[in-house]
């Protein structure tokens, strides 16, 4: 059976990567390829969530180099190039902690679906992530429908608006580590607004403290599935964010020199394809629907 479900959850796999690579063409977004190593990455924090452990990094001819832990920053660089919608599937690397082994929804390397859009609000990412879900889901449902039913999983139809909360609501109800019991108390996605997060997430002008981002939130314990945000594009901002978060801004020169002159306005997010698909699957671990695991804490086999 486990070597039956290792194909079901390639093909379930195959298919999500189909349907969300032709939805992005269809919305007339360029398809970028993934940059492996750089300079500069997103630094993942401080995020109160966060548990990663380092930066993965290698030396080469003298530079130092870290993998990519998301795509955000070449995003933003892309844009600001004259890219105005664009989206990449790419592998990121995030060494968590082995404490995370027994979460079921992390991974120390997998593959995000990330995306931007130049003078993107967060309502258009909110309208293109609701309709991206849901086709999503009724694809698998058409193309799948045996491993579906063979997995046992019965996937409920959902439909849109999604409902939105902010994140002081949902710690008021569900105490401070809110994700899990509000995603087993919902039977549908739901956004969750206003994290505190990275630099590069907008911090509302009108309301400081409060930020212009999102998370989207899978029901029935599946826990987050995307973070996204409208983005901190202006020189000044980003420095200040920059020494506000205590990063060392040497670590990200090329970054500002580009951004000397402004970034330019965009809105995005990123998803983790394994966790779509581990969603969908209802797999109990999401290093269950990979061919090969990469679970914190767990040995690397092949
Ligand atoms: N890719 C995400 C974003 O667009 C960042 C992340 O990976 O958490 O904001
Ligand atoms: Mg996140």
């Known amino acids: 059976m486990e070597s039956r479900k290792k194909l079901m959850h390639a093909k379930i796999t195959s298919e999500v990567l189909r349907y969300c690579t032709d939805f992005f ?43 990519t832990q998301s795509m955000i920053l070449h995003k933003q660089i892309a844009v600001k190039q004259g890219i105005k919608k664009l989206f990449i599937i790419s592998p990121n690397v ?17 593959s995000q679906l990330d995306f931007e859009i130049e003078g993107g609000k967060r309502e258009d990412v909110f309208g293109l992530m609701e309709e991206l879900m849901k086709g999503t889901v009724e694809h698998v449902k058409k193309e799948c429908a045996d491993e579906l039913h063979i997995l046992g999983r019965t996937l409920p139809a959902f439909s849109s608006p999604f409902s939105c909360y902010t994140t002081h609501e949902l710690e008021e109800k569900y105490g401070a580590d809110w994700e899990t019991a509000a995603s087993l108390a919902h039977s ?12 590069y997430d907008k ?15 899978y029901p029935e314990g599946f826990g987050e599935a995307l973070s996204g945000a409208e983005r901190e594009y202006e020189y000044e901002r980003i420095i200040a964010r920059i020494g506000k978060d205590r990063l060392d801004a040497g670590r990200y020169a090329a970054y500002l020199e580009l951004a000397r002159d402004g970034m330019l306005p965009s809105a995005g ?16 671990h999401v290093g269950d629907v990979q061919l090969f695991r990469r679970v914190p804490g767990e040995q690397v086999i092949v």
């Open 25 to 67: 063409h269809r919305k007339g977004f360029v398809q970028l390829m993934p940059v492996i190593l750089s300079p500069i990455t997103d630094p993942l924090g401080p995020d109160p969530g966060s548990t990663v452990i380092k930066t993965g990094e290698i030396e080469y001819l003298g530079q130092r180099l870290s993998l």
């Open 94 to 110: 995030r060494l968590e902690s082995p404490a995370r082994k027994e979460s079921g929804k992390h991974l120390f390397e997998f």
């Open 188 to 199: 549908a996605p739901f956004w969750a607004l206003c994290h505190r997060r990275e630099f």
């Open 203 to 217: 911090e509302d002008p009108a309301e400081p403290g409060h930020y212009r981002n999102y998370d989207l939130i």
């Open 269 to 284: 997010g990123g998803f983790g394809i394994e966790r779509l698909v581990r969603y969908i699957t209802g797999a109990k």
